[in-house]
């Protein structure tokens, strides 16, 4: 009966240690590197130059190269409106500033391909800078007012478009 037990326990003994021989004393040091990434949404209006009024939904990713100036992808789809199956999407820069310690800014401008839903945008590239100011609520969480002005750079539509924005930071450990 004792053989019985004792052999098993020899072999996972015996089994460690060939493990432990197989591993390097020293753990090679990793490069890592920390990134600073945010995600917001927003929901916005976009008053067309003919007078009517698109509401839409969207969201936007940013990946920041250093403190304050960013790159990142963008979408947004109408919500309310006649125009049911308009959409946005593309890239933005842009750059942040903490000019108070709970207040915020910035400044970006979108790129992208827009149409959709009968509007005459006629080739569907949309070129919108945007101004936006917020408070911070938490280290990670904002909120903010945007204003800008949307041009479709080769249609006849352009206007001013508004948004309320909610924005949570992190980091990316690479």
Aim: proline letters at 4%; one cysteine or more; aromatic letters at 12%.
């Amino acid at each position: 009966m004792a053989g019985a037990v004792l052999l098993p326990a020899l072999l996972i003994l015996a089994g460690g240690s060939a493990m432990a021989a197989t591993v390097p004393a020293e753990v090679p040091d990793l490069p890592l590197q920390k990134s600073k990434g945010e995600w917001a949404v927003e929901a916005r209006t976009f008053r067309l130059s003919t007078g009517e009024a698109i509401s839409l939904y969207g969201v936007r990713r940013r990946r920041f190269a250093g403190a304050n100036f960013y790159a990142g992808e963008a979408g947004a789809g109408a919500l309310t409106g006649r125009r049911g199956g308009y959409f946005e999407g593309g890239g933005a820069v842009g750059v942040q500033a903490a000019p108070f310690q709970a207040c915020r800014s910035e400044a970006y401008v979108f790129s992208g391909a827009a149409g959709g839903g009968g509007v005459q945008e006629g080739g569907g590239w949309l070129v919108r800078p945007t101004l936006a100011l917020g408070v911070a609520w938490t280290p990670g969480l904002h909120a903010a007012a945007e204003a800008g002005y949307a041009r479709f750079m080769n249609g006849n539509l352009r206007g001013w478009t508004f948004a309320l924005s909610f924005t949570y930071a992190f980091w990316d450990i690479q």
